[in-house]
């Protein structure tokens, strides 16, 4: 099992580009998480969908767009990006319950 | 909202030592508090989850203690080794089953 995967790994946008991250699990998970993380603000929820065809705002959903494409599948899409969008993007998922989270590698996104 | 607040410096000891690392929440006491390991350029890693009914809770070398009159955990590694450096992060279940996530403590442990 490959778990939670993320690409692109790392990206370089100018202000006002759009772009999509992309996280895939394999897990059969029904919960499905995007969260930035800053130097010294810790992991703060964007988007999470708690089921196939669910999206819920989080924490900072501002200049973001979700889609849960199918059970697998939960995009990130940034429509026009800002320097303050630079962040590391780490997607979870989890399969209820206690509420463990898998994480996958992040995406680190710098936006010019 | 809950808050969740770790301390931000950096915890150096020395290897065989135990480390302690603390967890404060502010506001109401969660359902639980998990910990994670996170080390550099990578995802968080779930490391244990304590109940609010529950006191300690170990596993192998780590030991998680909940205290809901100090609203506070406080993790520990015995024996720690230089392999444990990592930052360590805290994460407390919020309203709707979320998890609200504190900044996390970098270890280092030398040798």
């Known amino acids: 099992n490959a778990g939670v995967t993320q690409t692109p790994k790392f990206q370089v946008l100018k202000t006002g580009q759009s772009m999509t991250l992309q996280c895939a699990q394999d897990m059969n998970h029904n919960s499905m998480y995007w969260y930035r993380q800053d130097p010294g603000m810790g992991l703060r929820l964007i988007y999470y969908s708690a089921s196939e065809g669910t999206t819920d705002k989080g924490e900072v959903p501002n200049g973001y767009n979700v889609s849960r494409l199918n059970k697998r599948e939960f995009s990130l899409r940034l429509e026009s990006a800002a320097p303050s969008q630079t962040s590391v993007y780490f997607c979870?998922?989890?399969?209820?319950?206690?509420?463990?989270?898998?994480f996958g590698p992040g995406t680190r996104l710098t936006v010019l | 909202s809950q808050k969740i607040e770790q301390n931000s410096e950096a915890l150096n000891i020395q290897e065989g030592k135990t480390a302690t690392l603390t967890c404060n929440y502010t506001?109401?006491?969660?359902?639980?508090l998990q910990w994670y390991r996170q080390d550099p350029g990578r995802g968080p890693v779930f490391l244990l989850l304590?109940?609010?009914?529950?006191k300690e809770k170990r596993k192998e070398r780590l030991k998680v203690t909940f205290d809901t009159t100090l609203k506070q955990s406080l993790f520990h590694i015995t024996a720690s080794q230089p392999a444990d450096s990592a930052t360590y992060l805290c994460?407390?279940?919020?309203?709707?089953?979320?998890?609200?996530f504190g900044g996390g403590t970098r270890l280092m442990v030398k040798p």
């Open positions: 994460a407390s279940r919020d309203a709707g089953n979320m998890l609200t």
């Open positions: 506001n109401y006491s969660p359902a639980y």
């Open positions: 304590i109940r609010e009914n529950e």
């Open positions: 979870a998922s989890t399969s209820g319950g206690n509420n463990e989270q898998f």
